[in-house]
């Protein structure tokens, strides 16, 4: 490949949305990581620990369902959160196939501190951007998601 050609690569890439979508969604991440690290606990960790702690899904299906990573990487996180101390599982009485996800007093007590982590790694993200400017890029990213027939259970939180 050419200079030029390499040139011209590089810079039709960053043409396509998938680009600047990627490249957000891997910053944010990142951001999250680092600023969870002193927690202990990874973003995929976080995502059910406040999905518990707000009621939002407390089974692995339901988690599944709202946490856009397989049931099986969600299944492995509740392991060490488990072992961590921070989540319990309990069967249902009247089901016993169901497997319900309690978070601990110690979960219950991080959960906070976690929030306050993604608070700032947000606030990073988003400042200069305008409370409007946010509302309409959540508004187009639901549209793209919903038009890409993706199921997100995001509306039925609000």
Known sequence: MTMQQKGSAESRSQDHLAYWVGS?????GKGAGEQLASTGVTP??????EAAF???ANTLTALARIIPVD???ISRQLDKLQKSGLVRRRR????????????????????PKIETC??????????GVSAREQAVFIEIIKK???NADYAVELESQE
């Open 44 to 49: 995929c960790q976080w995502a059910i620990l």
């Open 54 to 56: 707000f009621g939002n």
């Open 144 to 146: 793209m998601l919903k």
């Open 24 to 28: 957000l969604a891997s910053a944010i």
């Open 92 to 111: 249902l009485r009247s089901d016993r196939r169901t497997v319900r996800i309690e978070l601990t007093d110690a979960g219950l007590d991080l959960v």
């Open 118 to 127: 993604i608070r700032s790694n947000n606030a990073r993200f988003l400042a």
């Open 71 to 73: 049931a099986a990487a």
